[in-house]
């Protein structure tokens, strides 16, 4: 939501749209990428920042539905997109890549590079830890001061499409085999697997 009444989707039709909510009226139509809006982040009331699977990153003035500026760096797919801290972003790719970007320079400043297949799904905490779910299995633990990788989670079949982080900061993932995996990421083992979707579980949100 960019104000109480003004929410953003990004679409397949390469699009970003502003509507009001409350009149169901789209207000502004923001057009700059060329292939599918895959994610989209909310600064402020005026500032956008979206992803697209043409391996852009663009940042909007969404009131004037201008861009300010495009980043570029990415190979592939940009999957999803989350805000860290201090003006910094992160984003995951189907080049097998996840960036760190400083959004007022526009540059990266840094690439964790190790999985073997497609980054698709982030989240942070504020102690400088991100974890990375992959198609190719595994999901990374990083220290994102140091760069370095701190431990790998596997033992599933089957692609990680999503990612939450519990208040007791223990892991949750959604897979492809339908399952879900709350994860203890001290030790690196499986505290407990839900069952109960018959398809691969997309999201993942905590109450």
């Known amino acids: ?120 799904c982030l989240v942070f905490l504020p102690n400088s830890t991100l974890f990375s779910g992959s198609g190719d299995m595994t999901i990374k633990i990083w220290n994102l001061t140091t760069s370095q990788l701190m431990r790998t989670l596997s033992g599933h079949s089957s692609w990680i499409w999503s990612l939450a982080i519990l208040p007791n900061h223990s892991l949750v993932s959604g897979f492809d085999d339908n399952t879900i995996t709350v994860w203890n990421t001290t030790t690196g083992n499986e505290f407990k697997m839900l069952t109960g979707h018959n398809n691969a579980v997309w999201s993942l949100a905590f109450l």
């Open 1 to 120: 939501m960019l104000s109480d009444s003004t929410l953003v989707s990004g679409g397949g039709d390469n699009l970003i749209k502003l509507w009001n909510v409350t009149t169901g009226l789209v207000l502004k139509s923001l057009k700059g990428h060329t292939l599918w809006v895959k994610s989209l982040l909310v600064l402020s009331d005026d500032t956008l920042i979206s992803a697209s699977a043409d391996s852009t990153i663009k940042i909007w003035n969404a009131k004037k539905g201008k861009v300010i500026k495009t980043l570029s760096g990415h190979t592939g797919w940009i999957w999803s997109l989350i805000y860290l801290h201090d003006n910094t972003i992160a984003s995951c790719s189907w080049d097998k890549t996840i960036k760190i970007w400083n959004l007022t320079t526009g540059v990266v400043t840094k690439t964790l590079a190790g999985h073997t297949s497609a980054v698709l």
